[in-house]
């Protein structure tokens, strides 16, 4: 009798699972701008027929760029080299078990470097110090 009810379990949670089928795809980014020199997280997240969200990796999805041997995916992480020449990347997702399910998104490339000093706190508080002038 555990077996049976065991099995049943099984099969009710396993429906529940698959029956989750995907109806869009949306970008959300975590950035709203892409380093070059860095592995970028590209996130992809399914929206089912009941509103739901599901996170999706490269095991659901397909990524694809513009043709540039500067760009590439390792997973959800698109690479760009620091010899990219553009100020956008156009990033691809679709569905691997519907490709007929897409989105395109271009995103910027940061154009500041990396080599600016952050404030210190005492700056930072000094700033928060300042009057604030009236318009």
Known sequence: MKKILLALLV????????AQKIDSIYFHLYTDSLK???????????????????PLTAEEIIFS???????HFKNNDLFIDSAYGRETVT??????????????????IRKRGFDEPLLTNEQ???EYRKPKKKS
Do not use: R
């Open 91 to 108: 990033v691809k997702a679709v569905l691997k078990n519907n490709p007929q399910i897409w989105k395109e998104v271009t995103i910027y």
């Open 11 to 18: 099969v009710v949670i396993g429906n529940g699972v698959f």
């Open 124 to 126: 930072i508080l000094q």
């Open 36 to 54: 070059k020199g860095f592995y970028n997280y590209i996130n992809v997240d399914g929206k089912t027929a009941d509103g739901k969200w599901l």
């Open 65 to 71: 760029t513009e043709k540039d041997t500067t760009l």
